[in-house]
């Protein structure tokens, strides 16, 4: 099964950018990012099916994030500009869902692999 490594995390200011990696070990035809602050449900905020590039992204992040794949790396990217104190969350990147399609897994947070996750804070 695929495996995933996120990276490119870190603190930022408000409104400034980060750029998130997740390193896959093999293909898997949708992938999203999904995060979760302490005390709140898990939020698919983006998410990408390969084969077509259909993306859907959240309505808390759209115009601020964009999700893209490198298929010569096998990794995904989640570029956040714009930040805000409310995006300070763990990140993870997800794959295969076991149960939806690609955009309705990614609405729902439904994965069925899952990265270890990279801390973004973003101070206010």
């Known amino acids: 099964q695929v495996q995933l490594v996120e990276s490119g995390g870190g603190s930022v200011q408000t409104g400034g950018s980060l750029r998130l990696s997740c390193a896959a070990s093999?293909?898997?035809?949708?992938m999203a990012w999904v995060r979760q602050a302490p005390g709140n449900e898990r939020e698919g905020v983006a998410g990408?099916?390969?084969?077509?590039?259909?993306?859907y992204y959240a309505d808390s992040v759209k115009g601020r994030f964009t999700i893209s794949h490198d298929a010569a790396k096998n990794t995904l990217y989640l570029q956040m500009n714009s930040l805000k104190a409310e995006d300070t969350a763990v990140y993870f990147c997800?794959?295969?869902?076991?149960?939806?399609?690609?955009?309705?897994?990614?609405?729902?947070?439904?994965?069925?692999?899952w990265g270890r996750g990279t801390q973004v804070t973003v101070s206010s």
């Open positions: 990408l099916y390969i084969g077509d590039n259909t993306t």
């Open positions: 997800a794959a295969n869902p076991p149960h939806w399609y690609c955009r309705e897994a990614t609405r729902r947070a439904d994965f069925g692999t």
């Open positions: 093999s293909y898997t035809s949708c």
